[in-house]
T-cell receptor, first 112, second 115 residues
Framework: GQNIDQPTEMTATEGAIVQINCTYQ??????LFWYQQHAGEAPTFLSY????GLEEKGRFSSFLSRSKGYSYLLLKELQMKDSASYLC?????????????FGTGTRLTVIP | EAQVTQNPRYLITVTGKKLTVTCSQN?????MSWYRQDPGLGLRQIYY???????DKGDVPEGYKVSRKEKRNFPLILESPSPNQTSLYFC??????????????FGPGTRLTVL
């Protein structure tokens, strides 16, 4: 089975940097995704890592270490609109399908 | 505009009354999936489909059915809904290329309440 852990809640200040961690245990790892989800809305894609290292995309960066089963999402220059849940999802190739397994999400609150 | 649509967006029903939630995508995606999202449990996969006439169970398939007669549509059917199926449901689609970068696009969600 799959096991994905991330903190339930985090709070950070506008303009600051926050790091959201995700650890996973899975068979047939085939990529890690981060999604953003505002309350009551659909998840939207943020980033994808399949090889070790850092992927940067504007104010958002994501890091992956496959040997440690660890990823983080880094948000810089936080804005109030970044208040949302951040979902870590692992893709496996066990069934040959593009199936994602999601963590329970980290609710980030940005305060002035 | 590339999108995944779901209908209805909100539904209140009673135990045992069959219902269907429709899902449609206009991106010619091969892969489609249904999730439910519950507080503290995150997104859990109900069923998925890798192509027309090919469907398979996800993690929580009990009480649900799906069909994939056309590439663009993937309806979710609850033959006899029960209160424990009260949840927020999302449909998603992707190109289906498991070996490459391939994000899933999500529909807007359907909030279902079963009384």
């Amino acid at each position: 089975g799959q096991n994905i852990d991330q903190p339930t809640e985090m709070t950070a200040t506008e303009g600051a940097i926050v790091q959201i961690n995700c650890t996973y245990q899975t068979s047939g790892f085939n990529g890690l995704f981060w999604y953003q989800q505002h309350a009551g809305e659909a998840p939207t894609f943020l980033s994808y890592n399949v090889l070790d290292g850092l992927e940067e995309k504007g104010r958002f960066s994501s890091f992956l270490s496959r040997s440690k089963g660890y990823s983080y999402l880094l948000l810089k220059e936080l804005q109030m609109k970044d208040s949302a849940s951040y979902l870590c999802a692992v893709r496996t190739d066990q069934t040959g399908a593009n199936n994602l397994f999601f963590g329970t999400g980290t609710r980030l609150t940005v305060i002035p | 505009e590339a999108q995944v649509t779901q209908n209805p967006r909100y539904l209140i029903t009673v135990t045992g009354k069959k219902l269907t939630v429709t899902c449609s995508q206009n991106m010619n995606h091969e892969y489609m999936s249904w999730y439910r999202q519950d507080p503290g449990l995150g997104l859990r996969q109900i069923y998925y489909s890798m192509n027309v006439e090919v469907t398979d169970k996800g993690d929580v398939p009990e009480g649900y059915k799906v069909s994939r007669k056309e590439k663009r549509n993937f309806p979710l059917i609850l033959e006899s809904p029960s209160p424990n199926q009260t949840s927020l449901y999302f449909c998603a689609s992707s190109g289906g290329l498991a070996g490459v970068w391939d994000e899933q696009f999500f529909g807007p969600g359907t909030r279902l309440t079963v009384l």
